[in-house]
């Protein structure tokens, strides 16, 4: 069992969990908590608001659901509110609430746009505990009558960062705002900036905060590397990597939802069972993709950001940064969708030469270093013609910048050799001096 994410010291017993939930998680074959879970449960059964810091894929849902399943009682409608950025989440953390009702006896509902409002509304009329959904949508039933605020206990927020980013930041003020009561609150994500964090706790009433990535946001199970490749190449880069290692279960992050479309239809092209997803897509069909990649039965996922936030499966043997986002935050939560639970995983990213920069803000956050690898039997093609003139189109100013210099030196040359008394000592000054004295004016106003 790996130390760095389990906390083999404790059991879920010694967590003060309730009888119920401890048989439910023994029969699940859980014995030892993750580090987040261990620091996080007796504080939320304590009753104490908590942002909790965590590596992706550390267990922070059921952190959050273990506790929320006890402080909650059965009959108490919409005493549990847990806010989540995507639809994809919304649906993997209901499960989680749904696996563990079925010891607790709580009932959960998910509310997320994409399907009928008036199937969500059905199953909101059975006055459930706890409800998990997006932002909007939350917002959509309240407005209707069907979600009342002032029922809430206890308010969740996952991914908390990108909750209280620019997009969701006002909706998450009216939300919680609205609440009277000033509920318990437990806030988590993998990244948490000082400037997110500041904002949380105006949410919160003296909280607790847990951190377990002292040393780094990447668990040591993940092998990452990058490897430099021209933006025409990046195509050909990738189905060589997908052809010559050949990964069990590979999700590809692009940057753009074009990007996303263009590479999976490539990949499609050239043998390579790849499906998308990104936000454009109907919901059914977004659905569809996340059911077979949940059952295995998919092998490459071409993703948007939107998704990454959203991939539970277990058995996803790599991630590849197609593009590599340039918020490095984004990195963190990508490639935390491998070697999750303790499995080992393979993160590579196709770096352009000009975005070292990037990889070097990515190393930074992270807290480490990621190795250059150069792919074995990959033979890079030729500069297409449009970067070709461009290339030499900027060759010709850099040749003409130089010439106009050359001219202004032979000039000033020319001028010092032909009349050098006309400044002092002979010297014919060709710039401004490098220092000027600066002095005050005193003047008088009328």
Known sequence: MDQEIFDTTRSFSDLGLAKGLLEGLEQAGFSHPTHIQSQLIPLALAGRCCLGQARTGTGKTAAFALPAMQILKKGEAFSGLVLVPVRELAVQVHSHFEMLGRVSGLRCVAVFGGEPIQKQADRLSHRPEVVVG?????????????????????????????MLDIGFRDDIRRIL???????????????????????????????????????SLTVSQVDQSYCVVEPWDKRKMLLHLLKSHKPEMTVIFCRTKRTVDIVAEFLCKHNIDAHAIHGDMYQRKRDKVMTHLREGSLGVLVASDLAARGLDVDDITHVINYDIPEDPEVYIHRIGRTARAGRRGTAWTLLCPDQGELMTNVESLANVEIRRFAPEGFEPGTVPSDVRAERDLTQQRRESIG?????????????????????????????????????????RRR
């Open 134 to 162: 997006t932002p909007g949508r939350i917002m959509d039933m309240h407005q209707r009558g069907l979600l009342p605020y002032e029922h809430v206990r206890l308010a969740i927020l996952d991914e908390v960062d990108r």
């Open 177 to 215: 705002g609205s609440m009277r009561q000033r509920p318990q609150t437990i806030f988590v994500s993998a990244t948490i900036s000082p400037e997110v964090e500041t904002l949380a706790r105006t949410y919160m009433k003296d909280p607790a905060k847990i951190t377990t990535v002292a040393a």
């Open 403 to 443: 010439e106009t210099r050359s001219r202004d030196a032979t000039v000033s040359t020319a001028i010092d050799a032909t009349d050098a008394t006309r400044f002092p000592g002979g010297i014919v000054p060709i710039a401004a001096p490098p220092k000027r004295m600066g002095g005050r004016l005193t003047t």
